[in-house]
């Protein structure tokens, strides 16, 4: 079952401009991870956030999250046309035996010159 | 380079016939895992591997088959069982389970389709 849900769905910006993409899931978790994955091509892995941190950065990537509200966003600032993909927000749960990620649904981001 | 490698990139099944995807990696990384993406949608795990000769069923593992034989190979058998096996795979390794939860380094994929 799909834990994450992406909001917007798809969103479309000008280069330069900010984008913020936001993730809601369900049930506890020990971190959430977000990846990108480009047209065709394989998930890669941006950023890791544990459960008790509220706020990361790396680079132009600042990625927040709210355990109470069990959500989190992810804030591109500066976009570039090669930013251009999707983007999926995956929550890792551990049951004792296993860790399991489940992955949101994503959200398509088209950045324009 | 390390990295996750899948192949065919392509593949297509024709009625009633049973296929192999394959997955190799060179990371030294214990834990594997099979992913089956669908148009718009986001990943839902198929099956899972955290040591050699042991896996275990995801979220929608009927209709596969996998086996892990060796610490770099986990190959996804795609049944006749399966009846609406068209979508893309994606097989995915990381280095450590448990609740530190290590993120997942991804293949590229094999887009399967039925002829």
């Known amino acids: 079952s799909q834990q994450g849900e992406e909001d917007p769905q798809a969103l479309s910006i000008q280069e330069g401009e900010n984008a913020t993409m936001n993730c809601s899931y369900k049930?506890?978790?020990?971190?959430l991870q977000w990846y990108r994955q480009n047209s065709g091509r394989g998930l890669v892995h941006l950023i890791l956030?544990?459960?008790?941190?509220r706020e990361k950065h790396s680079g132009r990537l600042r990625v927040t999250l709210d355990t109470s509200k069990k959500s989190s966003s992810l804030l591109i600032t500066a976009s570039r046309a090669a930013d251009t993909a999707s983007y999926f927000c995956?929550?890792?749960?551990?049951?004792?035996?296993?860790?399991?990620?489940?992955f949101g649904t994503g959200t398509r981001l088209q950045v324009t010159l | 380079d390390g990295g996750i490698t899948q192949s065919p990139k392509y593949l297509f099944r024709k009625e009633g016939q049973n296929v192999t995807l394959s997955c190799e990696q060179n990371l030294n990384h214990d834990a594997m895992y099979w992913y089956r993406q669908d148009p718009g949608q986001g990943l839902r795990l198929i099956y899972y591997?955290?040591?050699?000769?042991?896996?275990q069923k995801g979220d929608i593992a009927e209709g596969y088959s996998v086996s892990r034989e060796k610490k770099e190979s986990f190959p996804l058998t795609v049944t006749s069982a399966q009846k609406n096996p068209t979508a893309f795979y994606l097989c995915a390794s990381s280095s450590a389970v448990g609740p530190g939860g290590q993120p997942q380094h991804f293949g590229d994929g094999t887009r399967l389709s039925i002829l």
């Open positions: 995956a929550t890792l749960s551990y049951t004792g035996t296993a860790s399991k990620l489940t």
């Open positions: 591997s955290q040591i050699v000769n042991d896996f």
């Open positions: 049930t506890s978790i020990n971190n």
């Open positions: 956030i544990r459960s008790n941190e």
